[in-house]
């Protein structure tokens, strides 16, 4: 009987231990496993830069296995637009979308090269291409953005001119007319004898529609988004593409800190984010432009010679900009000349 209790005994222990494996087992992972990525967004989740990081984030998460939970602060809850790239690097986000312009110190490629893409088409996806050519060519680019990791970059759509009362069918016609502009953009306006105007999209609406200003150099999806169809009769082509400049970027301390595997999985995205977020600006610049459509804008394409002295106009301030920065030792007037060269060779 000795033998045959001590035998219950251990076949109990067994089936118990055993049991304790399967329940074990049968666990999800606790929050301990689950790597939370906070996600500072400037911009609202419907807006295409939203929608881009939603898509990017679900498939990070799915990537995983779950072990990476992303956690999304939507319409600047987290971090300020003109702060996003200061409070990424002090860790106030794990990841947050920036522009270099905003910046203080730094970027001065990306600011000299702003209006480097003229003459690209707004459906095109040369900016972006030719970028990653000057990238791979001239390291003093991506050493710019050496305090983060840049998870995605991004060539925002090209800029054409909507206007409310006056069309623009020549290049002279913007003599004389205000317009909402920013950073070099307002200087080329200025050279053409219009006046750039500094002023936040949010309130470009209102300008419009009360007339202190006449128009606005802006792409097709403002004509939806911020509605601007309602309060602009024309649409003057200018297929002025910028420099990437939406970019998307990971604080280096919470990505350095990340497993090898997870790291993996955001460096195997940064392509699929950057093609993703041109999906859905393309999406948006299509709806923008069925929208002033049913609205009667009148969409109006200029002839090349007109197109060409807006280009010299835009060349001239590229290359003071270029200029600027060869003096501080950086090759600016060398990538202005590769990316025209490439242009020339890409866009047909």
């Given amino acids: 009987m000795g033998t045959l209790k001590r035998f219950m005994v251990f076949a109990i222990g067994v089936v118990f231990g055993l049991s304790l494996i ?6 999800p992972a606790s929050a301990a496993d689950t790597i939370t990525i906070r996600c500072g967004w400037t911009f609202p989740q419907q807006h295409p830069m939203g929608a881009s990081h939603q898509i990017w984030a679900d498939k990070i998460e799915k990537d995983s296995g779950g072990r990476v939970k992303m956690e999304h602060y939507w319409s600047g809850s987290l971090v300020n637009m003109r702060e996003s790239y ?23 490629i990306e600011k000299a090269m702003s209006l480097l893409f ?43 001119l ?20 920013s950073g070099d953009m307002a200087k080329v306006v ?72 997870i790291r993996k999985i955001f460096d195997d995205n940064i392509d699929f984010y950057s093609k993703t977020m041109a999906e859905q600006w393309s999406k948006a610049n299509n709806a923008g432009k069925e929208f002033a459509e049913e609205r009667g804008i009148e969409f109006i394409e200029l002839p090349k010679e007109e197109l060409d002295k807006f280009y010299a106009a835009t060349k001239k301030v590229v290359l003071e900009q270029a200029k600027r920065i060869d003096d501080v030792g950086l090759p600016g007037t060398k990538i202005v000349h590769e990316a025209r060269a490439l242009v020339d060779q890409y866009v047909k």
């Fill in 22 to 27: 399967t329940v074990g087992l049968s666990q």
């Fill in 86 to 108: 200061t409070e990424l690097v002090k860790g106030v986000a794990d990841v947050s979308e920036f522009t270099g312009h905003y910046v203080r110190e730094g970027f001065q």
């Fill in 118 to 160: 003229y003459g690209v088409p707004t459906n095109s996806e040369v900016a972006y291409r030719i970028y990653g050519m000057l990238r791979d060519k001239y390291p003093q680019i991506i050493e710019e953005f050496a305090a983060a990791k840049v998870m995605a970059f991004f060539s925002p759509p090209a800029v054409d």
């Fill in 162 to 181: 909507m206007t409310r009362n006056k069309p623009v069918r020549k290049i002279e016609d913007i003599r004389g007319l205000t317009l909402k502009t």
């Fill in 190 to 261: 200025n050279s053409l004898g219009g006046e750039g105007a500094s002023l936040p999209i949010s309130e470009t609406y209102m300008a419009l529609q009360k007339g202190t200003i006449d128009g606005a150099l802006v792409g097709y999806e403002g004509l939806k988004s911020f509605r601007f169809a309602e309060v602009v009769k024309y649409y003057t082509i200018l297929n002025s593409a910028t420099w990437p400049s939406g970019h998307v970027a990971m604080n280096l301390d919470t990505y350095n800190k990340l497993p090898p595997d």
